[in-house]
Each structure stands twice: as C-alpha cells, then as structure tokens.
C-alpha cells in the first residue's frame, strides 16, 4: 500500500470504531429519554455504520490494480459508495419522519431530559471533529468515498443538534410537540443531504462530464496544439474515480512520419496533463488532414 492509501483507510477505520460508539451512546439516549428525535438520530446511526462499512470495503477494493476481468481498475466502486450511502441517508430520513408523526399523534411524552442532552451533545461534538476530518483527508486525496463518508457523519451532528434544540424548546415552553417537529426538520435536512449524494453517484456513473475539466482540457489542448501545427477534435472525457480518461482526435499534415506525429502528441499529452487540477489519462488518435473526411465522414471536425 503507498502512503496515500494508508491515510484513507486509517481514515475509514477511525470513522467505523466511531460509528459503533455513536450507535451505542444514541440507544443509550433514546431508552433514557424515549424522545422522538433523539430515536431518529439512533435509527440514522444504524443506517450510518451499514454505509460506513461498505464505504469501507469501496475504500479497499477502489485501492485493488487492475485486472484481467477489469482492466481500467476498480474506482468506479466510490460511485456506488455514495449512491448507497445517500439510499440508506433517504431510508432514515423517511424512518425519522414516521417516527415523528406517529409520537406526535400519540403524544408521547420525554423523560430523563438532562441525561439524553448530555449524551446526544457528546455525539455532536464527537461527530463534528470526525467529519470535519474525514473531509479534510478525502479533499487531499481526492476520495469521494472520504469526502462522502465525512458529509454522512456531519449530517448526523446536525441531527443530533436538531434533536437537542427540540429538547431543549420542549423543556422551555413546555409543548410536547417540539420534539416531533424538530425530527420533522431534522429529516428534512438529511434528505436534502442524502439525495446530493444520490445526485453525485448517478453523475460518476452515467459519466457525467465535469464543465470545469472540460474548459481545462479545451484550453491546454486549444494553446498546446496549436503551438506545434496540429488541431484537435471528437474531445471526450469520463471520470473513473481516481483518474479522468480522456479520448481526443489530432489532426496532422498528410506528410508528417509516425515517429514525428507519435512524438508530437505525446509531448502535448504530458503538457496538457500538467494543466487539468484533476489527474487524467489520455488516449490520442491520430489523422490527417487530407483524408480524414474519406475516413471519418461522420467525425465533426469542431
Ligand atoms: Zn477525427
Ligand atoms: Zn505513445
Ligand atoms: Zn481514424
């Protein structure tokens, strides 16, 4: 394992040993207190070590070479990752709503209010630190399953907080159903959370073409082919996970030798790779002018 590698998965453990211990202070909470949003944050947090392992396993396999069945490699798995996670976000998001609603219709009163405040504020500032961390690591690495993973656990600090504030307004003004109506809000947050999730996996999976990446490449190739006498076309690029491939048509005098036409390109794929913020892999088809249409009659040359 190279160095990067040991910092996402010493990352990932910490986050899953974490996840175990939230799960465990929140049950505590909830058969304290039996209030309806802090059994809302509880329910999140089984959904939440179900994510975290498998973002866990993603981590491991993302980091695996390629192979002879799959042979670009194994990134394509953070895409699923965060797909999964913003699924299992959704669900108890939708558990918290049912929850909410039915303690509110019944009524259902809250006890050992102080103890259940203390312990969920344990678990926000625990959460808090943890995030933040995860987020921080996943940005240096460039890990979607990190970064993901990190937004899952603040999600989780916002729920908690929004489970102290209906405790809290509960306790003040005396009205049961503050309780309710903070899980309400809470659920709210974290749907908007889970379905930005849901939203990046499908972009990863459908290849989704980053604009910003886009106005990079046309830039570098734009200025570098034109420096050395050759044009480009049919630019296309699909992010892998860990690395963009990129695919793209240069256009050559008819006289040009291969050895001369195989140089040049190569000297702008190095070039151009130095100027795109996120890593890319090129592959170059190389034409020339005076048959290209024969050949490629359908090949936009824009
Ligand atoms: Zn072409
Ligand atoms: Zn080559
Ligand atoms: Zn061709």
Same mark, same amino acid.
């Given at each position: 394992?190279?160095?990067?590698?040991?910092?996402?998965?010493?990352?990932?453990? @910490?986050?899953?040993?974490?996840?175990?211990?939230?799960?465990?202070?929140?049950?505590?909470?909830?058969? @304290?207190?039996?209030?309806?949003?802090?059994?809302?944050?509880?329910?999140?947090?089984?959904? &939440?070590?179900? *994510?975290?392992?498998?973002?866990?396993?993603?981590?491991?396999?993302?980091?695996?070479?390629?192979?002879?069945?799959?042979?670009?490699?194994?990134?394509?798995?953070?895409?699923?990752?965060?797909?999964?996670?913003?699924?299992?976000?959704?669900? *108890?998001?939708?558990?918290?709503?049912?929850?909410? +609603?039915?303690?509110? +219709?019944?009524?259902?009163?809250?006890?050992? %209010?102080?103890?259940?405040? @203390?312990?969920?504020?344990?678990?926000?500032?625990?959460?808090?630190?943890?995030?933040?961390?995860? +987020?921080?690591?996943?940005?240096?690495?460039?890990?979607?399953?990190?970064?993901?993973?990190?937004? &899952?656990?603040?999600?989780?600090?916002?729920?908690?907080?929004?489970?102290?504030?209906? %405790?809290?307004?509960?306790?003040?003004?005396?009205? *049961?159903?503050?309780?309710?109506?903070?899980?309400?809000?809470?659920?709210?947050? +974290?749907?908007?959370?889970?379905?930005?999730?849901?939203?990046?996996?499908?972009?990863?999976?459908?290849?989704?073409?980053?604009? !910003?990446?886009?106005?990079?490449?046309?830039?570098?190739?734009?200025?570098?082919?034109?420096?050395?006498?050759?044009?480009?076309?049919?630019?296309?690029?699909?992010?892998?996970?860990?690395?963009?491939?990129?695919?793209?048509?240069?256009?050559?005098?008819?006289?040009?030798?291969?050895?001369?036409?195989?140089?040049?390109?190569?000297?702008?794929?190095?070039?151009?790779?130095?100027?795109?913020?996120?890593?890319?892999?090129?592959?170059? &088809? %190389?034409?020339?002018?005076?048959? &290209?249409? !024969?050949?490629?009659?359908?090949?936009?040359?824009?």
């Amino acid at each position: 394992m190279s160095v990067p590698d040991q910092a996402q998965a010493r990352a990932m453990r @910490l986050s899953l040993a974490v996840g175990f211990v939230m799960l465990v202070i929140k049950m505590g909470a909830y058969l @304290l207190t039996g209030s309806a949003a802090i059994l809302g944050d509880a329910a999140e947090s089984v959904v &939440h070590v179900a *994510a975290v392992v498998f973002a866990a396993y993603s981590l491991w396999l993302a980091a695996q070479p390629a192979d002879e069945n799959h042979r670009y490699g194994h990134s394509k798995i953070a895409f699923f990752s965060a797909g999964i996670e913003g699924g299992l976000i959704i669900l *108890a998001a939708v558990f918290i709503i049912y929850e909410s +609603i039915h303690r509110w +219709i019944e009524g259902l009163t809250v006890a050992n %209010l102080g103890a259940g405040v @203390l312990l969920t504020l344990s678990t926000v500032v625990i959460n808090a630190w943890l995030g933040w961390y995860l +987020i921080r690591t996943g940005r240096q690495q460039q890990s979607l399953i990190l970064v993901a993973n990190g937004r &899952h656990v603040l999600t989780d600090g916002w729920t908690s907080l929004g489970a102290i504030v209906g %405790l809290g307004l509960m306790h003040l003004t005396g009205a *049961a159903w503050w309780d309710p109506v903070c899980g309400l809000i809470m659920a709210g947050n +974290i749907l908007v959370s889970g379905y930005d999730l849901l939203r990046q996996s499908v972009a990863g999976l459908m290849d989704h073409a980053d604009p !910003e990446l886009t106005r990079q490449l046309d830039e570098a190739l734009a200025r570098e082919t034109a420096a050395r006498g050759v044009t480009f076309h049919a630019l296309r690029h699909r992010n892998a996970g860990h690395v963009h491939y990129v695919d793209v048509h240069f256009l050559f005098p008819d006289d040009i030798t291969l050895r001369e036409a195989h140089r040049i390109t190569t000297d702008i794929e190095r070039t151009v790779m130095k100027c795109t913020e996120q890593a890319v892999h090129f592959t170059t &088809h %190389l034409e020339c002018v005076g048959d &290209h249409d !024969e050949l490629h009659p359908g090949d936009s040359l824009t």
